[in-house]
């Protein structure tokens, strides 16, 4: 069991001592200071599952301290000792959010034990966080299905890399499984047993992504109404992924260069310098050589972020992985919508093989389950698979219709892409091969919008 490390702090240096050299018989490591500022400084270095204080000191109380450690820490649990103890005082430091209150001269019993009591309720705290996070983004132990040459040199490159620390960039189409093998390459790292988090930078905009990436304190900003951790702390030891990187806000992305360089970000709305421990794992569908060209993408953090560059191929490379890659989703799908399927027919197999798949993985995923929930025996047929193959149809139809401009024939793309999939964006952003603060953009530009939501003229 990992040694719990202790802050204390008191003026009088005979209690100090005493409480240090007694702390440390009860197998805690401690480090002791005289002073409140002293304290602060080393409690911006991190480290500490708990803090005990003395409640009256000159130039900075134990209620500064408490407060000033709840504001950098709010995990880290703070326990107040005083030999003035009133009731009014000890309400007031746990108002402040002190876990407990501790009057002198008291027995080295009893600090133990409401010390203790602290440290196991943080870990405790921490697990439920760490549970929650695991809940939310990790929601299937991801591993990599297919046998084809292109997997198999995928998945060496994936064992030589999975070792290292370095930052990777994932490319390759929309739909090809990148966040899987993001996923399995934090499973086969030496970071394995901490967190693997995911963010999507094109679904939140530049002032959000910033507060989900760094995180922001008490009213940073309007509706911040508590402190939250943001998703570089809580991956802490472990992996983030940083899905579709390339629609990151350019002026972000100064921030996150500087993360990926010095390993240390602030929160939103604070000035207090933190550390990151973390793997960064990024995705792109875009040609991101382009982009920097273009200047909507800093020069600098494309090097930063192309440190191990890897490749995930599209689906019409590895054709033959797509029995295999069936025959899992069917065991999947069935087992989510509570009916065993013995398979799939051998012609609606090969009806699958010789469809171009410009949805790639994601496509045949979404075919299968909808296959699964619609049909009538124990395995899939023919019928059952063919009408979802109908994409290449309806991408035609939308340009059978009287065409004048290049622009013209994007806007009415679009608005049979947003009509199919009933005006999501996310998913006609991924059939469309775009980013969904593109797709935005040309529904603003164009004033796009469900007929429902139009005011009659």
């Known amino acids: 069991m990992d040694k719990k490390t202790i802050l204390v702090v008191d003026d009088q240096d005979l209690m100090r001592e005493s409480l240090q050299e007694s702390l440390e018989r009860s197998g805690y490591a401690v480090r002791a200071f005289g002073s409140g500022k002293e304290a602060v400084k080393s409690f911006l270095e991190g480290g500490f599952d708990a803090v005990i204080t003395d409640l009256k000191m000159p130039e900075m109380s134990g209620i500064e301290l408490l407060n000033r450690c709840k504001q950098m820490a709010p995990d880290v649990p703070v326990i107040v000792i005083t030999a003035f103890g009133t009731v009014e005082t000890a309400v007031q430091a746990m108002k402040q959010g002190a876990f407990d209150y501790i009057k002198k001269p008291f027995e080295p019993?009893?600090?133990?034990?409401?010390?203790?009591?602290?440290?196991?309720?943080?870990?405790?705290m921490a697990e439920n966080e760490y549970l929650r996070a695991r809940v939310a983004d990790d929601k299937e132990i991801s591993f990599i299905v297919g046998?084809?040459?292109?997997?198999?040199?995928?998945?060496?490159e994936m064992e030589k890399i999975a070792a290292t620390s370095s930052t990777i960039l994932l490319y390759g189409e929309s739909g090809t499984g990148k966040e899987v093998v993001a996923r399995s390459i934090h499973a086969k790292s030496p970071r394995a047993g901490k967190p693997f988090l995911a963010v999507n930078c094109a679904a939140l905009s530049a002032g959000l992504l910033e507060s989900?990436?760094?995180?922001?304190?008490?009213?940073?900003?309007?509706?911040?109404?508590?402190?939250r951790k943001g998703r570089f702390e809580l991956a802490n030891g472990g992996t983030l992924l940083l899905d579709e990187v390339s629609e990151i806000d350019i002026n972000?992305?100064?921030k996150l260069l500087r993360v990926l360089q010095e390993r240390e970000f602030e929160r939103v709305g604070s000035s207090d310098t933190r550390k990151a421990d973390v793997r960064v794992i990024a995705t792109t569908n875009r040609d991101l050589t382009?982009?920097?060209r273009e200047g909507k993408f800093r020069e600098d953090l494309y090097f930063r972020l192309n440190v191990l560059p890897l490749r995930v191929p599209p689906l019409r490379e590895r054709i033959e992985d797509i029995p295999e890659l069936v025959a899992h989703f069917i065991e999947k799908c069935g087992a989510m919508v509570g009916r065993r399927l013995k398979g799939i027919a051998p012609n609606a197999l090969?009806?699958?093989e010789e469809y171009h798949w410009p949805g790639n993985v994601r496509e045949l995923e979404n075919i299968i389950e909808r296959a699964a929930v619609l049909a009538a025996g124990d395995r899939l047929d023919l019928c059952d698979i063919s009408p979802s193959l109908d994409r290449t149809r309806m991408l035609?139809?939308?340009?059978?219709?009287?065409?004048?401009?290049v622009d013209e024939m994007e806007r009415k793309l679009i608005v049979a892409v947003l009509e199919?999939?009933?005006?999501?964006?996310?998913?006609s952003a991924e059939v469309l091969g775009i980013g969904v603060r593109t797709l935005r953009d040309k529904m603003k530009k164009w004033d796009l919008r469900p007929a429902r939501q139009k005011m009659p003229a």
Do not use: C, P, Y
Not at 109 to 124: M, P, T, Y
Not at 147 to 156: F, G, H, I, T
Not at 420 to 427: A, G, I, L, N, S
């Open 212 to 227: 989900e990436l760094f995180g922001h304190e008490k009213g940073a900003f309007t509706g911040a109404d508590r402190m």
């Open 396 to 405: 035609s139809a939308a340009n059978e219709v009287e065409i004048t401009t």
């Open 290 to 292: 382009k982009a920097v």
């Open 420 to 427: 199919r999939f009933d005006w999501h964006q996310k998913r």
């Open 252 to 254: 972000l992305q100064a």
């Open 147 to 156: 046998e084809s040459e292109a997997m198999k040199a995928l998945v060496a």
């Open 109 to 124: 019993d009893e600090i133990d034990i409401v010390l203790r009591n602290a440290v196991e309720r943080r870990a405790l």
């Open 350 to 352: 090969r009806k699958l």
